[in-house]
């Protein structure tokens, strides 16, 4: 059994990732503002706000693996932005991992090969408009990945995993109706916009010891849509 830490676990891929570990026999503790609620497993949770709490003393020994599952979708145009929007988004998208990676990786699990999951945007390499928020913040997130990926080997790994739109309560607005999820959908090479499991699916096997050759890598799981 591991100990995983996935922040934002309470909701859509983080939700479905902390079930995935549980239901293997992993031990997964859930940090997030919103209480969790599903199948029990051997999820725990606590309450934390990544803008505005200390990690200091939080973080439990031992960790294995951590998930930091935060993030916002300012879907807006340039011109009318104002610069705090894209200091908002980089507090909470940036450097909300960048505390929680330096708080996690001293109670590491010297035992093993800790690893490390963060996410970004299809609209990093592709470039899509309205995305200037999401995709400044998200392309930090790749330069981080591989920069700590480089410093931490061979000790520990990290990975980004790059979605295209998916289902989750953070895209709500997107695809509120049937009608607006197909039509989302139909611009996709695979005709469907992502499932929370499909992105989940790929962190549970970045953090086990199945990709253990693995390690500063952003990996699309986006229907094809960042090249297609």
């Known amino acids: 059994m591991k100990k995983y830490i996935i922040i934002g676990g309470s909701k859509g891929i983080g939700k479905e990732t902390a079930e995935i ?12 503002r919103t209480p969790y609620e599903g199948p029990a497993h051997s999820i725990d949770w606590e309450e934390f706000d990544v803008l505005s709490d200390d990690w ?4 439990p020994d031992n960790i294995d693996g951590l998930v930091y ?21 980089f507090q909470l998208q940036v450097m909300g991992a960048v505390k929680a990676l ?4 001293t109670n590491f699990n010297t035992n093993g090969i800790p690893s490390v999951v963060l996410y970004s945007t299809v609209a990093v ?12 913040s998200k392309g930090a997130i790749e330069g981080l990945t591989r920069a700590i990926a480089s410093e931490w ?6 990975n980004c995993i790059a979605p295209s739109l998916t289902d989750t309560p953070l895209a709500g607005r997107l695809v509120s109706t049937p009608e607006k999820k ?7 090479p695979m005709k469907r916009i992502g499932e929370p499991t499909d992105v989940a699916e ?11 050759w693995i390690t500063g890598q952003v990996i699309h799981i986006d229907g094809g849509q960042s090249v297609l």
């Open 102 to 105: 330096q708080a996690a990786s």
């Open 21 to 32: 570990l549980a239901a293997e026999g992993n031990e997964v503790i859930v940090f997030s």
């Open 202 to 212: 790929m962190t549970a096997f970045l953090l086990s010891d199945k990709a253990s």
């Open 125 to 136: 390499q592709r470039g899509m408009p309205f995305h200037a928020t999401v995709s400044a």
């Open 69 to 89: 599952s935060v993030g916002s979708i300012n879907l807006k145009p340039f011109k009318g932005l104002k610069p705090e929007v894209f200091q908002a988004d």
């Open 182 to 188: 197909a039509a989302l959908g139909n611009n996709n």
């Open 153 to 158: 080997a061979p000790k520990a790994r990290i």
């Open 56 to 59: 200091e003393d939080r973080m």
